[in-house]
């Protein structure tokens, strides 16, 4: 290939304005993330001090196993959000040029225009990563008002489209992203948000319906900014048939509605997990949604039980979703904490391969498995999913039966039990083991000599 004659200077500029050169987004979550939101526990309300005490426990307890992100959630610019709930009309804290800004009665640091640099260094400081959940589009309050647009010579309402609004939450219009404008817009919020010092944004009113010009805006608004952050689409269920347009542009994906602390919704993320596995790929992850885990609601301790969390749990690092925690981090009580820190589970959600379903047979048995990396070992996940409708007893447990050659293993192999940290007697051909009702297993299987 002959190369031109370019001066150093001239070499420098040519390669920093080459796309082929840009960061790839998907390295900025080389793992699917793991952290906590303010959503299930605190809804609409948290504040600056119930963020900081939750940064607080996650750097002494949760760090040390690999957990890492702050997020907060919605109506942080809101001073009077109460519940779960949303209020039309309610007024919104704003700049100048229509972006929302956290409103102080909440987060104190914020005044003075500082944002919430403040709360990033805070919990950047502990070690960890700090982010915001954002609407898509424009409020309606700055359209109303039409403020300008950072940057243009556009006002929000020349790129407002007001049929283009979220069934749910009331703040927000869509942005046209045919009007001139709009791809500024955009811009400016990133830029607003990586000069806060922000990680990590989950944008809301994305997904269902996913729009997917406005994805697309996001994905360029971020990659201007230089800074790597995580880019979490909300909420689902996003369309499969998108698979292949979002895992370019975004690095997790809401897969359901919000998901809750009910049986009927455990269970249906069994098809969906499994319906994404073939978009699935390293820096881009299926998201079956926060961990209804201890305290959320407020006050509510989950209604899951123990068995049913494990089973959730091993669901989510089978399938290598993301991790999020919605309980309330000071409250938790040593179950909770006991399925947050087991290494040995965290390992197969953060450093494993080929994850799929095996079988799910009739009768609610479930089986998943996973190469482990560097090695002929398998993690094989084994669920008991079954229904008392069905005929099981309410509390009968399974023997969830797997043909070893099927999951490309010579008998014997050894077995590790994961959950229960502890080695078994190895296994032969057919490894048939108990599973409690609405329960989980997860192991990891070697080949012997």
Request: net charge negative; hydrophobic share 40%.
């Amino acid at each position: 290939m002959n190369i031109p004659n370019i001066s150093p200077i001239g070499t420098c500029l040519l390669f920093a304005a080459s796309p082929l050169l840009a960061a790839d987004f998907h390295t900025f979550a080389p793992t699917p993330p793991l952290g906590w939101n303010s959503w299930d526990c605190f809804g609409t309300t948290v504040t600056e001090k119930q963020t900081k005490e939750q940064a607080d426990f996650m750097a002494e307890k949760l760090k040390p196993h690999g957990w890492q992100y702050i997020v907060v959630d919605i109506q942080w610019y809101q001073p009077t959000a109460t519940g779960h709930d949303y209020k039309a009309g309610a007024k919104l804290a704003m700049d100048a040029f229509g972006r929302l800004v956290p409103a102080p009665e909440k987060f104190p640091s914020a005044a003075n225009d500082k944002g919430f640099k403040p709360l990033a260094d805070y919990v950047h400081a502990k070690g960890l990563k700090f982010g915001i959940h954002m609407m898509r589009g424009i409020s309606r309050q700055a359209v109303q008002q039409n403020t300008p647009l950072q940057g243009t010579t556009y006002h929000a309402a020349d790129i407002a489209d007001t049929t283009s609004q979220c069934p749910w939450n009331p703040d927000m219009f869509g942005v046209d992203m045919t009007k001139p404008g709009a791809q500024a817009y955009y811009d400016s919020l990133l830029e607003q948000v990586a000069a806060w010092g922000v990680d990590f944004i989950k944008v809301d009113d994305l997904s269902r319906p996913y729009h997917q010009a406005e994805v697309e805006a996001i994905r360029k608004a971020i990659d201007k900014t230089g800074r790597p952050i995580v880019f979490s689409t909300s909420p689902g269920e996003t369309p499969v048939a998108s698979g292949a347009h979002v895992n370019q542009n975004a690095n997790m994906w809401r897969i359901s509605d919000d998901f809750w602390d009910a049986w009927p919704q455990l269970l249906a993320q069994f098809k969906r997990l499994h319906d994404w596995t073939p978009h699935r790929i390293d820096g881009a992850w299926p998201d079956a949604d926060m961990l209804p885990l201890g305290i959320v609601k407020f006050t509510n301790p989950t209604h899951f039980t123990h068995n049913e969390q494990i089973t959730m749990m091993t669901l989510w690092s089978i399938a290598r979703s993301p991790l999020i925690h919605g309980g309330d981090l000071t409250k938790t009580d040593d179950f909770t904490l006991s399925l947050l820190t087991n290494d040995e589970v965290l390992a197969v959600d953060q450093h494993s391969s080929n994850n799929h379903q095996v079988f799910r047979n009739d009768a609610g048995l479930i089986a998943w498995v996973a190469d482990v990396p560097g090695s002929a070992d398998k993690y094989l996940a084994v669920f008991n999913t079954r229904d008392a409708a069905k005929g099981a007893p309410a509390d009968a447990s399974a023997a969830v039966a797997v043909h070893l050659a099927e999951l490309g293993l010579n008998s014997p192999v050894s077995v590790r039990d994961l959950w229960a940290k502890k080695t078994l007697a190895p296994a032969n051909a057919d490894f048939a083991p108990e599973v409690p009702f609405h329960g989980a297993r997860l192991f990891r299987l070697r080949p012997t000599p």
